[in-house]
Nanobody, 114 residues
């Protein structure tokens, strides 16, 4: 499974961005796709994830502000980020769980200016 993330950039606090994660390869084997982020000096953390069945979960820090969704083909996952805060600044990574194995895409930088 290959993952291509896009959509990062610079945005002012209170603004919005949408990240995309396009999966290719053995996409039928994907159990879940998630977005993680890693801020400077911090550990990578789960932001949001969506399972093959459509269940979603979110980090408490983004609930009500971020929405994870996917296209009908289940090969592209989106992360709509609204009401962005300075503390959302991080490199965001797309992750796919395939039969208990993790696959990672290259990160995309999100910078929120205060």
């Amino acid at each position: 499974v290959q993952l291509q993330a896009s959509g990062g950039g610079l945005v002012q606090a209170g603004g919005s961005l949408r990240l995309s994660c396009a999966a290719s390869g053995s996409t039928f084997s994907i159990n879940a796709i998630g977005w993680y982020r890693q801020a400077p000096g911090k550990q990578r953390e789960l932001v949001a994830a969506i399972s093959s069945g459509g269940s979603t979960n979110y980090a408490d820090s983004v609930k009500g502000r971020f929405t994870i969704s996917r296209d009908n083909a289940k090969t592209t996952v989106y992360l709509q980020m609204n009401s962005l805060k300075y503390e959302d600044t991080a490199v965001y990574y797309c992750n796919a769980l395939v039969r208990l194995k993790d696959y990672w895409g290259k990160g995309t930088l999100v910078t929120v200016s205060s």
